[in-house]
């Protein structure tokens, strides 16, 4: 079982961008300190859920200040750049990190970033498919042209060549953010792990996983390539020595923020949009993931593990909006669950 942590640069209310941010780096640097195998950056745009506008630009910072530790995009929006330059980006962090570097994308949402980025609506709708194959094709051959109905140019070198790294893996790994039947297809014909969001429990999780290797069967993918998919469970993680006491730590702190944060999201074509109670929400991920005592979360990730056959996690860590608590959590995570995992 492998446990990293999932990190937003989240805004809360009363909270600078920068401070958000000072967090979201310390939080990943304490997790390697603290022995935890990942950590996994968000990417959102012009709204305070979470600062960080760019993963794969994080990415890079903390590969820098990092020895041992995966970093990993959750995810890198591809609906609003361009693959060829996101699987640059990707290869460049893949062969100077010694292939620590986990390329996670996903097609976002219908948001007004598809107007600033100048994509259009079609690029969330229907071009994500297109993308991914051009990335993905950008990450696995020596030179790569395209003929389709979004991009098109003549066939150039892959430079630099992801597949020269020392460690050989024929490039970065790439996942799928999936959060329907439509996505899971997509993922499991190119033999891509899923990266699952935290809003659903472990039963739907299991659905998607036996979904994707029906999938995956049927188009042809070996029963090793099925088997080396690693797919990753994002979730939400606080410790306390009373479970009572971690879930009014995020009952207090999270709402406010995702409240502030949600609501923020403008669509690009002006359709409505509702948004969950926060506290709610709150309440349901306190009840679906790892909040409580060390023991309590060692025993919710090993019952994901069982349930779903997941074994890696993307864990939410800063939900309680502050730096030393942030810290603390992350500090007892590596040193009281990790122990009963092992």
């Known amino acids: 079982m492998r446990v990293g942590s999932f990190v937003l640069g989240a805004q809360f209310p009363g909270q600078g961008q920068g401070e958000a941010l000072h967090r979201a780096v310390r939080s990943a640097e304490v997790a390697e300190e603290s022995g935890l195998d990942s950590v996994w950056l968000g990417e959102h745009h012009f709204v305070p859920y979470g600062t960080c506008p760019s993963a794969v630009t994080l990415a890079a910072l903390l590969l820098g200040r990092t020895r041992r530790i995966r970093v990993g995009t959750a995810v890198s929006v591809l609906p609003t750049v361009h693959p060829v330059a996101l699987g640059e980006q990707a290869a460049l962090l893949h062969l100077t990190s010694g292939g620590r570097f986990s390329l996670g994308v996903g097609r976002g949402g219908p948001w007004i970033d598809l107007e600033v980025f100048g994509s259009g609506l079609a690029a969330y709708e229907s071009g994500f498919p297109e993308s991914l194959d051009l990335l993905v094709r950008w990450l696995r051959e020596p030179s790569v042209g395209a003929d389709g109905e979004r991009f098109r140019f003549r066939e150039v070198p ?22 329907s039947s439509a996505s899971v297809r997509l993922a499991a014909e190119r033999g891509l ?8 429990g472990d039963e739907e999780k299991a659905e998607m996983v036996a979904l994707w290797r029906q999938h995956a069967r049927a ?3 070996s029963g090793d390539e099925m088997r080396a998919a690693a797919h990753v469970s994002a979730g939400v993680c606080q410790l306390a020595d009373r479970r009572t006491d971690a879930v009014e730590t995020l009952v207090k702190a999270m709402p406010g923020w995702l409240r502030q944060g949600l609501d923020a999201h403008v669509t690009v074509d002006g ?32 019952a994901t593990c069982e349930r ?8 939410l860590v800063e939900g309680s909006g502050d730096l030393a608590a942030t810290e603390e959590n992350v500090r007892r995570l590596g040193a009281e669950v990790l122990p009963h995992l092992r």
Request: glycine fraction near 8%; charge should be positive; hydrophobic fraction near 40%.
């Open 158 to 179: 892959v430079v630099p060549r992801p597949s020269e790294a020392l460690t050989d893996t024929g490039g970065p790994e790439v996942i799928v953010a999936c959060t």
């Open 193 to 200: 792990p899923m990266l699952l969001g935290m809003h659903v």
């Open 219 to 221: 188009a042809g993918r």
């Open 271 to 302: 359709r409505p949009r509702s948004m969950r109670d926060p506290v709610a929400y709150t309440e349901l991920l306190c009840a679906l993931h790892p909040v409580g005592t060390p023991q309590l979360c060692a025993d919710r990730l090993a």
């Open 308 to 315: 779903t056959g997941i074994s890696r996690f993307a864990l």
